[in-house]
């Protein structure tokens, strides 16, 4: 299925962002645009994306929202606020017209809700499960006669949620009520309900109990159709839920048909949600609301995601009522979230703080590096520009990365300080993590550090580390299509190390989805090669260039084609990459030279550009057809794209720069090596390293 564009306005309220946590547990692909007239509102940054509209009361307000949902391609909008429903089914027909889905019910439906006396009028000549409402007067006139008592409750007629509800006790307290105040009789639950002594001590200090409340959900569809319906009791705290608990009895369900057939015969569509007690007398309700709730997201966790079946219903997917299927054996709890932001993402936020804190302040980054005592990480320190960066290292052997770097690292965190969680993460802007096994270790030292990247990842996910580069590797695409391969072609990894790479990147893609604010990204290398500190000489190249320095055959066993990229371009685009704005990161990137060439090419430039150190014949080539051919090879025509950056370094020049440093480091002797693991010449090796 194509990716549907959700928009959701009013993204800073508790409903817009409970529906956006309902829209990441969708079954399928969602785009969400968050639209809000605040700077700093927390839903916004679960979107993928946040546009500034101007505030509900605006008279451009509808134009503009227009305009931007379809500089997006939202294809439906989901209100996120009270206020908002009524505007927005008001302007129905102008969203319609430019081809944006509203999810509201009908402007009388809506009209009807919002008024919590007519409302109650409406109802109560219907069916007698909905409280009585009053007016001010009316309620005086209902006390004279003897018919109604205290203590009940006053609210905003027009009003939403919790605010301006409070207790009416006695005579005293309707003195200073206007006339047009709206008050319904406080309704008790029965005598047996768990909280029903609590109840009764809230009424005696003054206060509206929120406890026992019975809140129903019910979805319907584009078609007035009911498509599910679940009822939790709720214990609130100062008018937020934070104890669920679903609760299914026919009572209820009876008391619910009554309410919503007056509402369905009007042309009744999408959420509404209906709260009540269940009193010594039955279920009784006394509010309605034709919308989703801060309850929508818990809902959706316990498996009754109202926003999807609602998707599925506007856009004629199959099965709607699937997504409403509640796991009986689960209840919900719920507390205040927190969030992270680093300044350089965030526009506004950087301009307060900035007024907050004029004092200068050291403008560099922390970039957090793992891998640093590896071939990547020993060619990169030293190419990195202390005046924008404050360089931290996380090792398994700490003292080795001091010897090698010496000065140029500010921290260096051993692993007993990252396994007792006491490394400074909230100080952490960018985290580059290379520290991963080579393709030719045991199945062991790779699976180790799978874990130590899923331990890694938590750690930073959790403390809202910004920005992360994950190095991958190309060998995830496998063999499963012919290259060039492109960010979205086919994987298929065919060894532990491939598999435990895309495990990784799977791990970074679901961070992103669940923080979308966190900008993560994997970036699968090419095979490095070049002359360096690290160089460990496994690889086919590596390999080819000592065979030519000691005037030795190289032996041909397949029509093999593959890619490398030389160690100093790998180097200056990973700069580069961390330079450009995290914002714009995809989720991944291949990077390499751009280009495959043959094995025989590697031969020829091998002989043509290396002199044996033994005085003796240049090497010669040897072709024996052995293996089946495999061909490697990707587009990272994005990722230059991105940066600015192309590779530099010929073959010619990396085959050189690897034969100026096997001499001066000394080669390996052939007998020294175990061919059958590590050799790169042959098929089975081939498999090892993925070429």
């Not at 305009?67 to 996120?80: A, F, K, N, Q, T």
């Not at 006491?422 to 802007?429: E, I, K, Q, Y």
Request: hydrophobic fraction near 35%; charge should be negative.
């Amino acid at each position: 299925m194509e990716e549907i564009t959700v928009g959701i306005s009013s993204i800073g309220s508790g409903i817009g962002q409970s529906v956006v946590n309902a829209l990441k547990l969708s079954s399928f692909v969602v785009h969400t645009v968050g639209f809000g007239n605040a700077p700093f509102e927390y839903g916004a940054l679960d979107c993928d994306h946040h546009c500034r509209v101007p505030a509900i009361k605006d008279p451009n307000y509808i134009d503009r929202l227009i305009e931007r949902c379809l500089e997006e391609g939202v294809d439906l909008l989901i209100p996120g606020l009270d206020d908002d429903l009524l505007v927005l089914s008001e302007g129905e027909g102008r969203f319609l017209e430019a081809g944006i889905n509203l999810l509201t019910a009908s402007r009388e439906v809506i009209t009807l809700c919002r008024d919590k006396y007519h409302l109650s009028r409406h109802l109560q000549e219907r069916t007698d499960v909905f409280v009585r409402g009053f007016l001010a007067g009316e309620f005086r006139e209902a006390l004279e006669q003897g018919k109604y008592d205290f203590p009940c409750v006053a609210k905003p007629r027009g009003g939403s949620g919790s605010l301006g509800v409070h207790l009416v006790k006695d005579e005293n307290d309707l003195v200073d009520l206007a006339e047009d105040a709206f008050l319904q009789p406080l309704i008790s639950p029965a005598p047996g309900d768990a909280y029903a002594e609590q109840f009764q001590e809230e009424v005696r200090k003054g206060s509206v109990p929120q406890v026992s409340e019975l809140s129903v959900q019910v979805i319907t569809g584009k078609d007035g159709t009911i498509l599910g319906k679940l009822a939790t009791l709720n214990k609130l705290k100062q008018g937020v839920p934070v104890e669920i608990f679903p609760v299914d009895r026919q009572e209820i369900w009876t008391a619910v048909d009554q309410v919503m057939d007056p509402l369905l015969a009007m042309d009744f569509r999408g959420p509404v949600n209906i709260q009540g007690r269940i009193t010594e007398e039955g279920v009784r309700f006394f509010e309605v609301n034709p919308r989703f709730t801060g309850l929508t997201g818990l809902r959706a966790q316990l498996g009754f995601n109202g926003v999807e079946a609602c998707l599925k219903s506007w856009f004629d997917l199959l099965d709607p009522g699937s997504a409403l299927r509640t796991d009986p054996q689960k209840f919900g709890l719920r507390q205040v979230a927190n969030r992270v932001v680093a300044l350089e993402h965030h526009q506004e936020g950087r301009k307060y703080h900035q007024a907050l804190n004029p004092e200068k302040r050291d403008p560099r980054r922390v970039l957090l590096i793992t891998g640093t005592t590896g071939y990547l990480g020993q060619n990169l320190i030293p190419a990195l520009d202390l005046d924008h960066y404050r360089v931290w290292v996380l090792s398994t052997h700490p003292e080795r990365a001091a010897e090698l770097h010496g000065g140029r690292v500010e921290k260096i965190f051993g692993e007993c300080v990252f396994r007792q969680g006491s490394l400074p993460w909230g100080r952490v802007d960018l985290l580059l993590h290379a520290g991963f096994a080579r393709p030719y270790r045991p199945h062991g030292e790779i699976a180790r550090s799978l874990e130590f990247t899923r331990k890694l990842f938590h750690y930073a996910g959790s403390h809202m580390v910004p920005a992360l580069i994950n190095i991958s590797s190309q060998s995830v695409y496998g063999q499963g299509s012919q290259p060039p391969w492109m960010e979205i072609s086919p994987l298929s990894p065919r060894t532990p190390y491939a598999t435990a790479k895309y495990a990784a990147e799977l791990m970074v893609q679901d961070e992103r989805q669940r923080q979308p604010h966190l900008n993560w990204t994997s970036l699968r290398l090419a095979g490095l090669i070049g002359g360096g500190p690290g160089l460990v000489p496994v690889d086919l190249v590596t390999r080819f260039v000592e065979k030519a320095l000691r005037g030795e055959p190289l032996e041909i066993l397949g029509e093999h084609r593959f890619e490398r990229l030389d160690i100093r371009d790998a180097v200056q685009a990973l700069v580069r990459f961390m330079g450009t704005p995290a914002q714009q990161w995809e989720p991944v990137y291949n990077l390499g030279r751009g280009e495959n060439f043959s094995i025989h090419r590697l031969a020829k430039v091998v002989i043509d550009q290396v002199t044996p150190t033994t005085g003796g014949e240049p090497s010669r080539i040897i072709t024996k057809f052995r293996d089946p051919p495999l061909a490697f090879g990707m587009d990272s025509s994005k990722f230059y794209q991105v940066t600015g950056w192309k590779p530099e370094c010929s073959l010619a020049d990396t085959i050189c720069s690897l034969a100026s440093f096997l001499e001066r480091e000394g080669t390996v002797p052939q007998d020294e090596r175990d061919s059958d693991e590590f050799s790169c010449l042959g098929s089975s090796a081939n498999t090892q390293a993925d070429l």
